[in-house]
């Protein structure tokens, strides 16, 4: 399958592991692609999708695989922040954990309530079985390594971020 994907070296990575190609197209292009058979799917949200109302361009069904869930977090260059003096630092920060989870709650809402209507306009819903969604994480897993070097994440991060995963009893 091509698949539209919104960017971003692991993206692109996931897609080609699990046996697809990665397909960059803007996502204003993406009604017309889909329509034109351009690309054969997407990987976006259900609130994406229904805002697109990508129906109407040929989206029929959803395999929800939990793979991905993108959030929005506010980001500035250490440049900048360590410009700001630290009232204003303390402001930005105390902002941000007194919305967060509310934020997080709304964008949640959001995700069932766009599903539902997705479901009414047609889109079949399908996911994979618990057994796929671990074969599925032990094929990523073959690529992180290298995938972390060509991102220059930090390795630490990574190790907590397994450690955690494991200490939740996740399977990859």
Request: no cysteine; aromatic share 8%.
């Amino acid at each position: 399958m091509k698949v539209r994907f919104p960017g971003g070296s692991a993206n692109a990575a996931r897609i080609k592991t699990l046996g697809g190609t990665a397909t960059l197209i803007p996502w204003p292009d993406l009604p017309l692609a889909l329509s034109q058979g351009v690309v054969d799917g997407v990987t976006t949200t259900h609130e994406s999708a229904f805002t697109a109302k990508l129906w109407d361009s040929g989206l029929k069904f959803s395999f929800e695989d939990f793979q991905y869930f993108g959030q929005y977090v506010p980001m500035v260059s250490l440049d900048f922040w360590n410009k700001q003096p630290k009232e204003v630092q303390d402001a930005l920060t105390g902002a941000w954990e007194t919305m967060v989870v509310e934020q997080r709650k709304m964008a949640a809402q959001a995700q069932i309530d766009a599903r539902e209507v997705l479901i009414k306009n047609g889109i079949k819903m399908a996911g994979p079985s618990p057994a796929e969604i671990v074969a599925a994480r032990k094929r990523l897993m073959v690529v992180q390594n290298d995938l972390v070097k060509e991102m220059k994440i930090d390795a630490d991060a990574v190790q907590l971020g397994l450690e955690e995963l494991r200490a939740a009893k996740v399977e990859f």
